[in-house]
Structures are given as structure tokens and as C-alpha cells.
T-cell receptor, first 115, second 114 residues
């Protein structure tokens, strides 16, 4: 069973461009979470999605950031008009729905560099 | 989520046991105690979780105080590959009634030396 897959692993964008980060959850997992880790800082929750629904977006910046998890295909984290402060490692995690406890499985991350 | 407090860093010699403490004095009765770790340049990795009783798995043991206000992650024989930042997390329950987001603090950076 393949783990959580993220691509690209490294992404370089110039200021003002768009960044699209993709996450394929583990097989059978219908819950996806996105986290951001700024340089030398801890991980911060961004958004939690189930198939076709956003469950909790309390950690998402109000502007330029959006996320989706369509019925078919990977989850996408989209950052419009990137700025240097968006440079960070973005991690995706997935979990099954097993009741009151859900272990999260993390991908290797996408390292975004904004020039 | 309930707040956790961990030492910033700890050191251990290889092949010796390591006890990583975590204080969570505001824990509620339904909070599970989770531990994750993050190796350099990698995504976080689940280690272990528990509610009231001590727990063991192939990676580690989790000792939970009787009043549940603190817990200790035990690595029985540290190796160089255990060098990582260890996070103690109490995720609580989201509005769907299941554990949801993880709130990572600063964790404990474990250094393992030969």
C-alpha cells in the first residue's frame, strides 16, 4: 500500500505566479489535511477536507489560498500570486475514518521556494 | 486543543533508553495523547497514542500518569535514526466527533550521539 504521495517535491515560483501542490492520500483514506512549515518553525494546520467537502479551513490564509479534494483525483492546494513569505514546506496527511481516533499519515512534503 | 509542554531539547547516547516527558495539565477526559516525530527533511511520522493505560508498540512505549496530566514517551534503545523532533499532541475531537487537526507545538529535539 503506497503511502501519501505529494508532487512536486520541490517547486520554484516567481512572485505573482501560481503554485499548485498535489496530494494523493493513501488508498482507502477519505480525509486529507494540509499543513505548512515555515523555515525554522513548527507545522501549522491549514485545512481539513473530505471528498468534495471542506470540513475545517480555520488555518487557511483569507486570501490567495484555496484547497479542494474532488471526487476523483488528488487533493490540490492552490496558492495564487505567490509572495516570498509563502516559501515553506507544505505537508499533506491522510487518515481513514475509523471513529474517534484517526492516525494521520504524512507525505514527504512539497518545498515551495518563491523567488 | 489542550496545551502541552515539552523540553526544547534532550540528548541521549546510542543504545540507551530515552524518556521524553510531556505535561498536559488541562487535558480533558476524552483527549487522547498522541506522539508524532519529524526526522530531518521529512514529514511527521506517527509514533504512538494512548488514553489512560500505558501502551507499547514496535517503535516506543507510552507511559501515562494516573491523573493523565503528564505522559512520557520511552524509546527503549535509541539509535542515530531516532534523532528527530518529537511532538506530544492532544488533538481533541473535531466537529464531526472524530479527531481532526493536529496542533504541533515546538516539540523536543532529540540528539543521539555515539
Amino acid at each position: 500500500n503506497a503511502g501519501v504521495m505529494q508532487n512536486p517535491r520541490h517547486l520554484v515560483r516567481r512572485r505573482g505566479q501560481e503554485a499548485r501542490l498535489r496530494c494523493s492520500p493513501m488508498k482507502g483514506h477519505s480525509h486529507v489535511y494540509w499543513y505548512r512549515q515555515l523555515p525554522e518553525e513548527g507545522l501549522k494546520f491549514m485545512v481539513y477536507l473530505q471528498k468534495e467537502n471542506i470540513i475545517d479551513e480555520s488555518g487557511m490564509p483569507k486570501e490567495r489560498f484555496s484547497a479542494e479534494f474532488p471526487k476523483e483525483g488528488p487533493s490540490i492546494l492552490r496558492i495564487q500570486q505567490v509572495v516570498r513569505g509563502d516559501s515553506a514546506a507544505y505537508f499533506c496527511a491522510s487518515s481513514p475514518n475509523r471513529g474517534t481516533y484517526n492516525e494521520q499519515f504524512f507525505g514527504p512534503g512539497t518545498r515551495l521556494t518563491v523567488l | 486543543d489542550a496545551k502541552t509542554t515539552q523540553p526544547n531539547s534532550m540528548e541521549s547516547n546510542e543504545e540507551e533508553p530515552v524518556h521524553l516527558p510531556c505535561n498536559h495539565s488541562t487535558i480533558s477526559g476524552t483527549d487522547y495523547i498522541h506522539w508524532y516525530r519529524q526526522l530531518p527533511s521529512q514529514g511527521p511520522e506517527y509514533v504512538i497514542h494512548g488514553l489512560t493505560s500505558n501502551v507499547n508498540n514496535r517503535m516506543a512505549s507510552l507511559a501515562i500518569a494516573e491523573d493523565r496530566k503528564s505522559s512520557t514517551l520511552i524509546l527503549h534503545r535509541a539509535t542515530l535514526r531516532d534523532a528527530a523532533v518529537y511532538y506530544c499532541i492532544l488533538p481533541g475531537l473535531g466537529n464531526t466527533g472524530t479527531a481532526s487537526k493536529l496542533t504541533f507545538g515546538t516539540g523536543t529535539r532529540l540528539q543521539v550521539t555515539l
